[in-house]
Every structure is written in structure tokens, then in C-alpha cells.
């Protein structure tokens, strides 16, 4: 049975404890936690804070199965930086919550942040390297934690560097650690120029995506969109896929709690469960 999370940011006008309250009562396996909610120096929790958080999810009786939307916070961060400076922040933000996602009981990270990957005109090159820099410190703390690193391929309108799930796959053989690996988020995905269950089918295969987000290419959650998730939702189950299957709107209508209801009823009746 494919398992599900909400990104917990769909309802981050809530008290933590209260977004975790209402995703086990609408029936989700997991939150996915977006680190910006929980501070503005995530990787620095204080001792307390990381307490009432594990106590939040157990009194709810739900799981915290990763990390997403990584260096939003705290501010100045960036992977393709040849600042030394920026460079040495990003990596110890990219390590404290690789610590972050192993101490709360995390399986995955799936870094997307569009904005701290842009690539300066003009030196492409030296961008790209220091990402690889980046990726490669990241596996190794993975690997020190027990968690999978995830690179997200995001659509070309957000970012030059790391469109598609043939390019994340190449950057995971690069880097060459089964911790970091590629994922696929629907909405991204659908501007590839392969189908979705076709990229499902090649890339779960051969072992490279680890994670995958639901959502449309409108931005809102899976079925309120054009996109349909049924032959989706057939090749994750026909491909062996075992990961976490993480619902990543970023419109929420007619509000969060009704779109993270919608969303998961609208899977199960494509054949999630």
C-alpha cells in the first residue's frame, strides 16, 4: 500500500501541533515538514523546540517522513555561490537539517529552492561546480545521518540549473552515493517532454527517484487541475516504487485544510490505496 504525506506548510496557519492533529484526522501517513515553519535558523532548534515538536507528532499519532523547501530560511543562502562565505552557510544549513530530518525521525530531504540555485550570467561553470560541491557534501552527511538527499528537478520558469529527472539522475551517478538521489514533483515534471508515468517507470527502475510530489501544473492539489493522476498513480504501483508519495500544492483553495481533504480523497479514488 503506497503511503502519503502533507507538506505541512498547507497548513501553516496552524499551531504545529494542531497541522499535525488534522493531517492524521484527514488520514495521511506523514507530514512532510518544510523547515521555514518551525523558525527563521531551522538548523539551530533549541533542544526544547525539537522536544515539543517530536511530542506534537506522537500525541498525534503521525509520522514525520522528511524535509522539503530546505534553504528558505534563513536568509542569504545559495548552492551555485563562489562566495566562500555563502558557500561554508549554505553547507552548514544543508548539514544542520540533514541532522534535523535524522533526530525527528525523517527518511528523505528533497531539496528544491529555486531562488538559491540560480546560476550568475556569464559564469555558469563556476555555478555549477560549487552545486556539485554542495551535493557531494550533502550525500556524505546523508550517509553519516541514515537519510536520502534528494535533488528536485524544477521547471525552467523557476530556475536554469536542474530542469529535468535525466538531469538529477545524472547528478546522483556523478556524486556516486546510494543517499543522493532525484525525485519527482508532478507539477515540474509535467513540462518535461516525456510523459510523467513513462519517467516514473524508467527512473524508479533503475533505482534513481526516492520521493515523489502530487500536485498540478496549476499549482493547486492533485485533481484540481487538468492533470490526471490515475495512470500515475498505476505506474508508481506497477514501477515497485516503496518511497513516500508527499502533496505539495502551492494554492490553496478554497483554504488548506479543505485542499489537503480534497487532495488525498481525489488519490484514493485514482487507486492510491
Not at 58 to 66: E, K
Not at 176 to 195: K, V, Y
Request: aromatic content about 6%.
Amino acid at each position: 500500500m503506497l503511503t502519503v504525506a502533507l507538506c505541512n506548510e498547507v497548513l501553516r496557519d496552524l499551531p504545529f501541533a494542531a497541522q499535525c492533529a488534522q493531517a492524521a484526522s484527514l488520514g495521511y501517513d506523514a507530514l512532510e515538514i518544510a523547515p521555514f515553519t518551525l523558525g527563521d535558523a531551522p538548523h539551530r532548534l533549541s533542544p526544547d523546540t525539537l522536544v515539543q515538536t517530536r511530542r506534537a507528532l506522537t500525541d498525534a499519532g503521525i509520522g514525520m517522513s522528511g524535509l522539503h523547501m530546505l534553504l528558505l530560511k534563513p536568509d542569504g543562502l545559495s548552492i551555485t555561490s563562489t562566495d566562500n562565505g555563502v558557500a561554508r552557510r549554505t553547507r552548514e544549513v544543508g548539514e544542520g537539517l540533514i541532522a534535523l530530518c535524522a533526530e525527528l525521525g525523517g527518511r528523505y530531504l528533497v531539496h528544491g529552492s529555486a531562488p538559491q540555485r540560480e546560476l550568475v550570467a556569464g559564469r555558469d561553470a563556476e555555478g555549477r561546480a560549487a552545486a556539485m560541491a554542495y551535493f557531494d557534501a550533502m550525500a556524505r552527511a546523508a550517509e553519516r545521518a541514515g537519510v536520502i538527499y534528494c535533488v528536485e528537478p524544477l521547471a525552467p520558469d523557476l530556475t536554469r540549473y536542474l530542469n529535468t529527472v535525466a538531469e538529477g539522475a545524472q547528478i546522483a551517478d556523478t556524486i556516486g552515493s546510494p543517499m543522493l538521489r532525484t525525485m519527482l514533483d508532478c507539477a515540474h515534471a509535467s513540462h518535461e517532454a516525456r510523459p510523467i508515468p513513462d519517467l516514473i517507470a524508467d527512473y524508479v527502475g533503475s533505482g534513481h527517484i526516492a520521493h515523489i510530489h502530487a500536485n498540478d501544473p496549476n499549482r493547486r492539489g492533485p485533481g484540481q487541475g487538468a492533470l490526471d493522476f490515475k495512470p500515475i498513480i498505476a505506474a508508481i504501483k506497477a514501477s515497485g516504487f516503496d518511497g513516500m508519495i508527499g502533496v505539495e500544492p502551492f494554492i490553496y483553495q478554497p483554504d488548506g485544510l479543505t485542499c489537503a481533504r480534497d487532495s488525498l480523497r481525489y488519490l484514493r479514488a485514482c487507486g492510491l490505496s
